[in-house]
C-alpha cells in the first residue's frame, strides 16, 4: 500500500506492486510509489477509449473550462507540488516553485486557443473547408528532468483538440504527477484522464496498443527510436522530442564580463539536464581566455546542495544511472581537454558533481560529440565563423543553438545558417508556450507548443462539396 495511487477511469486504484521513488539530494526513500502492470495499463487505455465516445463530442469551450480549472487546482496547491517536485527531482526550490506555477500558465494558454472550421474555397463551383478532428486516445510520455511543465506540453492540447489521455511519469519521478491526479480526480471527467506509473517496462506495451492512437513522447534519441518502430505497425500518429547537443556561438565582439553569467546559466540551469542546454560552446579566439576564465570563476562560486536549502543554485543529477554517466564523461574529458572548475564529486550523499568548464578541448572527444545532460560544458576555440557554424552544424543533433554578438544584423545571419529546430540570439533554452517547439535530424519529430503543438494532436479532414 502506498500514499500514491494511479489514476484510472476517475478512480484512485492502488498499483499491481509498489517500487521506491528515491531523493537524489539524499539517496534515501522518499515514498513507496505503485507500479501498475499492463492488465493496469489496458484497463487505463480501455477507460480513455470509453470516454473518447463522450468527451469527443462536447465542445471546445466545455473542454477549456475543466482545462482551466486544472490550472486553479494546481496554482492552489503550488506550494505542496513544488516541495514535493523538489524532493523527487532535486532541482533547487525556486526552479520547482517556477516549473509548478509555469505548468498552470501552460495549461491556460491553451484555453485561449480556437479550432474554427477553415474555408478555403467558396466558390459558384464549390465549398472547401478543413476541419481539425480529435485522433482518439493519447499516450504521453514524459522524462524526468521536468515532470511538471513537460506534462503540460502534451495533455492541455490533447485534452482541448477533444482527445483522451493516457500520462506515463518517470519511474524515478511519478510522485507530483500522482499528487496532481489526487487533486483532479473530480474535476476532469472518469477516462478522459488516467496516469499509470511503471518501472520503464510499459512504454513498449503503451506504443504499439492498437487503441492508443497517437504517442507523444519526451525523451531520448535511443528511445525515441524505439517509439518510432513500436508505433510503425499501425501507422501511429508520434510527436518526439528527443536529445540535443546545442551549440552556442560566441563571436569576436562580445564583452566576456556582460555574457558569462547568461551562458553558465544556459549550460547549467537544472544541473544541465535540459534538452535545450547549451552543451557546445564555441568561443573566438580573440575572447576565448576571458570568458574560459569568467566561466571558471562563476562556476567555482555555485553553491551546489540540497534543493530544499536556502542559497541552493544547482541541485543534484537526478538519478544514479545519469550520475555514473555523467562522471564517466567528466573522466573521459580529462584525457581529452583541461578542467578548469569543477570535474570533482564532493564527499557527500547524493548524486551531486559541481560544474564543471572543460577547455582546450574539440570535436572528436565524447565530451563534445556526446550529449553529457548534466553540469559539464566544454569550450571550443574558433578562429573563422564559417567554419564555427560548419562545426555547429555537424552533428546528429539539431534542437537549438544560439548566437552571442554585439550586433544583431551579424549575430541572426549566423543564426540563419545553423541547422537547429530553435536558434535563439544573445539568450539560450527560452521557451514559451505560444512558440512552437520542435527539432531537426534526430532531435525530433512534430511540434511541441503554440497553434502548430495544439493541430499535432488533431486529424485534418476536409470536406469539398459541389455545388
Known amino acids: 500500500m502506498s500514499d500514491y495511487q494511479l489514476l484510472i477511469n476517475g478512480q484512485m486504484v492502488d498499483g499491481a506492486t509498489t517500487m521506491a521513488v528515491v531523493n537524489p539530494a539524499t539517496e534515501e526513500t522518499l515514498a513507496d510509489c505503485p507500479r501498475a502492470d499492463e492488465g493496469q495499463l489496458n ?94 486516445v493519447i499516450g504521453a510520455i514524459v522524462p524526468w528532468n521536468f515532470p511538471m511543465i513537460l506534462m503540460a506540453f502534451k495533455v492541455p492540447p490533447a485534452l482541448i483538440a477533444g482527445n483522451t489521455v493516457v500520462l506515463k511519469p518517470s519511474p524515478t519521478t511519478p510522485l507530483t504527477s500522482l499528487r496532481l491526479g489526487q487533486l483532479i480526480k473530480d474535476i476532469v471527467p472518469a477516462g478522459v484522464l488516467n496516469i499509470v506509473t511503471d518501472a520503464n517496462d510499459l512504454g513498449a506495451p503503451l506504443t504499439a496498443h492498437p487503441d492508443v492512437n497517437k504517442i507523444s513522447f519526451t525523451g531520448s534519441t535511443a528511445t525515441g527510436a524505439k517509439v518510432m518502430a513500436g508505433a510503425a505497425g499501425l501507422i501511429k500518429r508520434i510527436t518526439l522530442e528527443l536529445g540535443g547537443n546545442d551549440a ?47 566561466l571558471a570563476t562563476i562556476a567555482n562560486d555555485t553553491i551546489i546542495g540540497d534543493g530544499l536549502e536556502q542559497g541552493t543554485k544547482l541541485g543534484p543529477l537526478q538519478n544514479k544511472m545519469q550520475y555514473e554517466k555523467v562522471k564517466e564523461l567528466i573522466e573521459s574529458a580529462r584525457q ?41 560544458l566544454p569550450v571550443i576555440r574558433f578562429s573563422d565563423e564559417g567554419d564555427a557554424i560548419a562545426r555547429a552544424n555537424n552533428s546528429d543533433y539539431g534542437l537549438g543553438g544560439s548566437v552571442w554578438s554585439s550586433d544583431l544584423d551579424r549575430a541572426y545571419d549566423v543564426a540563419n545558417q545553423m541547422n537547429t529546430g530553435t536558434v535563439w540570439i544573445n539568450k539560450h533554452a527560452e521557451l514559451d508556450p505560444g512558440i512552437p517547439f520542435g527539432g531537426s535530424k534526430q532531435s525530433g519529430l512534430g511540434n511541441e507548443l503554440g497553434m502548430e503543438g495544439l493541430k499535432e494532436f488533431t486529424q485534418l479532414k476536409m470536406i469539398n462539396m459541389a455545388r
Open 248 to 294: 552556442g556561438i560566441v563571436l569576436d565582439d562580445v564583452e566576456p564580463k556582460k555574457v558569462a553569467q547568461q551562458l553558465f546559466d544556459s549550460a547549467f540551469q537544472n544541473s544541465g539536464q535540459v534538452c535545450i542546454a547549451m552543451k557546445r560552446l564555441y568561443v573566438h579566439d580573440s575572447i576565448y581566455d576571458e570568458v574560459v576564465d569568467e
Open 336 to 376: 581529452d581537454g583541461n578542467i578548469v572548475a569543477g570535474g570533482e564529486v564532493p564527499d557527500q550523499s547524493g548524486y551531486f558533481i559541481r560544474p564543471t568548464i572543460v577547455r582546450d578541448v574539440a570535436e572528436g572527444s565524447r565530451i563534445v560529440d556526446e550529449e553529457q545532460f548534466g553540469p559539464v
Open 43 to 136: 484497463q487505463a487505455v480501455a477507460a480513455a477509449k470509453a470516454a473518447f465516445a463522450s468527451w469527443s463530442k462536447t465542445t471546445i469551450d466545455e473542454r477549456k473550462a475543466v482545462i482551466s480549472q486544472i490550472a486553479d487546482v494546481i496554482e492552489a496547491n503550488g506550494t505542496e507540488l513544488a516541495q514535493l517536485l523538489t524532493q523527487e527531482q532535486g532541482k533547487p526550490l525556486a526552479d520547482a516553485t517556477g516549473e509548478v506555477y509555469g505548468t498552470a500558465a501552460f495549461f491556460r494558454y491553451f484555453t485561449a486557443l480556437d479550432l474554427p472550421i477553415e474555408v478555403l474555397e467558396d466558390s459558384e463551383n464549390r465549398k472547401v473547408e478543413a476541419h481539425r478532428k480529435p485522433l482518439g
